[in-house]
T-cell receptor, first 114, second 112 residues
Framework: EAQVTQNPRYLITVTGKKLTVTCSQN?????MSWYRQDPGLGLRQIYY???????DKGDVPEGYKVSRKEKRNFPLILESPSPNQTSLYFC?????????????FGPGTRLTVL | KQEVTQIPAALSVPEGENLVLNCSFT??????LQWFRQDPGKGLTSLLL?????REQTSGRLNASLDKSSGRSTLYIAASQPGDSATYLC???????????FGTGTSLTVIP
């Protein structure tokens, strides 16, 4: 089954404790992206990657890191989480051919930073 | 930067009614526009993608249109059903196609 998976689905942590949220897709998509969703603000793009070893900032990259060492994986790293990073996080992937870049989303990771 | 707006924020209709959801964007150099559905506590499900060269796309009871000159897209749902109840989101891609900007969604309730 074609899908985007994220782990963990739920995470409660404390301020300053480094964490990684994993994202993996099995559709051989070139493009991957991370978003956060907050009430009243909608989804905002954190980082995206056009292909292996190619990453770029979205609208809200502060406090986050990403890497793209393999085509299928795109982990989101919070080096020193703070309470304002409490949010619902989504990973997405899309093929990159012509102008057809339909995004497919993972199930989300709900992060709480105390 | 693309700004995407969805009005109204919430909509309630009786079952069987045809309805239109609106999405407005500020930059007419939009690469494409995608409509999603989000159920409570769940991820986003892609409904329709309209490429910049297209005017509309159809899937079953859904029809989405794109008018770049006026900065508008609409999602038409025919013969609404209670199972259509969800939040509908639109996302516009930047002119290079690699950045995406979401509206805050329209929460739809279809009353049996």
């Amino acid at each position: 089954e074609a899908q985007v998976t994220q782990n963990p689905r739920y995470l409660i942590t404390v301020t300053g404790k480094k964490l990684t949220v994993t994202c993996s897709q099995n559709m051989n998509h070139e493009y991957m992206s991370w978003y956060r969703q907050d009430p009243g603000l909608g989804l905002r793009q954190i980082y995206y990657s056009m292909n292996v070893e190619v990453t770029d900032k979205g609208d809200v990259p502060e406090g986050y890191k990403v890497s793209r060492k393999e085509k299928r994986n795109f982990p989101l790293i919070l080096e020193s989480p703070s309470p304002n990073q409490t949010s619902l996080y989504f990973c997405a992937s899309a093929r990159w051919a012509d102008s057809y870049n339909e995004q497919f989303f993972g199930p989300g990771t709900r992060l709480t930073v105390l | 930067k693309q700004e995407v707006t969805q009005i109204p924020a919430a909509l309630s209709v009786p079952e069987g009614e045809n309805l239109v959801l609106n999405c407005s964007f500020t930059d007419s150099a939009i690469y494409n526009l995608q409509w999603f559905r989000q159920d409570p506590g769940k991820g986003l499900t892609s409904l329709l993608l309209i490429q910049s060269s297209q005017r509309e796309q159809t899937s079953g009871r859904l029809n989405a249109s794109l008018d770049k000159s006026s900065g508008r897209s609409t999602l038409y749902i025919a013969a609404s059903q209670p199972g259509d109840s969800a939040t509908y989101l639109c996302a516009g891609a930047s002119n290079t196609g690699n950045q995406f900007y979401f509206g805050t969604g329209t929460s739809l309730t279809v009353i049996p």
